[in-house]
Nanobody
Framework: QVQLVESGGGLVQPGGSLRLSCAVSGSIFSISNMGWFRQAPGKEREFVAG????????????SVKGRFTISRPISRDNAKNTVYLQMNSLKPEDTAVYCCHTVLATMTRGPGDYWGQGTQVTVSS
């Protein structure tokens, strides 16, 4: 069983910052990548940012490039399967449910997609 637990969402004023966290647990054999998607009311889910696990290469959507930073902690047993999304200079149009996503292989199954439940980010004055 693989679980993704997100935290860090909330209400922030335009121009403010938030940091999201996503921790993956379970019988993980290997992680290919981790990332974040978001879905605003009435809109389709869109990719936000991702990080390749093998070399920590990062990639972003044009709408957040330069404002958001995805990262992973320095390898520690208690946080090695964690990804962060630092969101700066937030705009009202960043308001959405942010979902953590990963592609990983477990001890009994090849690579597959896994999703978190999502955390609400609201940017409003």
């Amino acid at each position: 069983q693989v679980q993704l637990v997100e935290s860090g969402g909330g209400l922030v004023q335009p121009g403010g910052s938030l940091r999201l966290s996503c921790a993956v647990s379970g019988s993980i054999f290997s992680i290919s990548n981790m990332g974040w998607f978001r879905q605003a009311p009435g809109k389709e889910r869109e990719f936000v940012a991702g990080i390749r696990w093998s070399d920590s290469h990062t990639y972003y959507s044009d709408s957040v490039k330069g404002r958001f930073t995805i990262s992973r902690p320095i390898s520690r047993d208690n946080a090695k399967n964690t990804v962060y999304l630092q969101m700066n200079s937030l705009k009202p149009e960043d308001t959405a449910v942010y979902c953590c996503h990963t592609v990983l292989a477990t001890m009994t199954r090849g690579p597959g997609d896994y999703w978190g439940q999502g955390t609400q980010v609201t940017v409003s004055s």
